[in-house]
């Protein structure tokens, strides 16, 4: 029954979202799920404020207790390569990459997203690449996105997709305009909702990087465009986009093997995968809140392995 109610809220919202306006659905959602999902927020928010030390020094003894990184307008870039379970996920990603990377994914209900975007890891693979969980739970990377939220966040148990290592590459792709997540857009399955994007391999404007515009330089761009208010597109044109804003005021995140963005993609425009000439590849760690801005708990959770000795912190950011 609760799956059927969820697929008719879900069907009703994202029919009528346009009309409705993406901002006022989001409000009503988050005010619904702050309601129903109360004692799972209630849990968060307390280990945060109460439990800290005990959370975060259980899961990690070498933690230094507070996280050297701190997002700024809405982004941190760490390119320091020094983050614990990072060699290891990065070793995952690399089978991933020398297993798949590189063919011709079109069609794979799995592994296509667009054209030019293909996901080289599904998230019910990571009994497979259990390596891939390693970075995402270190508390050096809990710590930070837990400072930003003000509470112990979740990798994403619905869509966004929680963890997934994916390629963006122009060969598959025939000549075409941008289109999709190529364009200026704000995430808003959740608020605050950070992304952990980590370069797989090295990084550069010919691998159609991650480009963001940050927190306060969005916020500006939202009031002149009234974004996500009723009848206005979800994407942005570059046309649209640079009549409020100088192209200047962007940031692309190319950079080394083992870099790492912290992003609020919430509050901050972003597009990614153009042009690019040359593969590009990432892992990416969705975080959000237990109370979302949209209503697809109600049809499912993701369900992350679990291992034995497991620290609560651990089993609290994966939902169990």
């Not at 710590?143 to 963006?168: C, H, K, Q, W």
């Not at 916020?219 to 804003?245: C, F, G, H, I, S």
């Amino acid at each position: 029954m609760a799956e059927v109610i969820g697929t008719a809220v879900n069907d009703f919202f994202g029919r009528f979202q346009h009309r409705l306006g993406i901002a006022n659905t989001r409000r009503i959602a988050k005010a619904y799920n702050t309601v129903r999902y109360r004692a799972e927020r209630a849990e968060v928010v307390e280990g945060y404020e109460r439990r800290y030390d005990e959370l975060f020094m259980g899961n990690d003894p070498g933690y230094s207790g507070a996280p050297r990184n701190k997002l700024d307008d809405g982004w941190v870039i760490d390119r320091s390569g020094n983050f614990p379970g990072l060699e290891s996920s990065l070793a995952e990603a690399e089978r991933l990459i020398e297993e798949r990377g590189g063919q011709d994914l079109r069609g794979n209900a799995e592994l296509a997203q667009q054209q030019y975007l293909f996901h080289l890891s599904s998230i019910n693979e990571l009994n497979r690449y259990p390596g891939l969980l390693d970075f995402g739970t270190s508390s050096e990377v809990l710590g930070t996105v837990a400072d930003y939220m003000g509470m112990v966040p979740t990798i994403a148990l619905n869509l966004p997709v929680g963890i997934r290592v994916f390629e963006s590459t122009n060969r598959w792709c025939p000549p075409m305009a941008y289109n999709e997540s190529q364009l200026y857009h704000r995430d808003i399955h959740d608020m605050p909702l950070v992304y952990a994007i980590v370069l797989a391999r090295d990084a550069t404007e010919h691998t159609g990087p991650w480009t963001f515009l940050p927190a306060s330089v969005s916020a500006r761009a939202t009031r002149a465009l009234n974004y996500q208010k009723w009848r206005q597109p979800y994407r942005v044109t570059d046309e649209r986009m640079y009549d409020v804003v100088d192209p200047s005021e962007r940031i692309v995140f190319t950079g080394k093997r083992g870099d790492v963005l912290f992003l609020d993609t919430s509050r901050c425009f972003h597009y990614g995968s153009r042009d690019a000439v040359e593969p590009g590849y990432r892992i990416m760690y969705a975080y959000t809140t237990r109370c979302r801005t949209d209503f697809r708990l109600m049809l499912y959770r993701q369900q992350f392995p679990r291992r034995e000795g497991d620290s609560a912190l651990r089993r609290m950011v994966l939902g169990q």
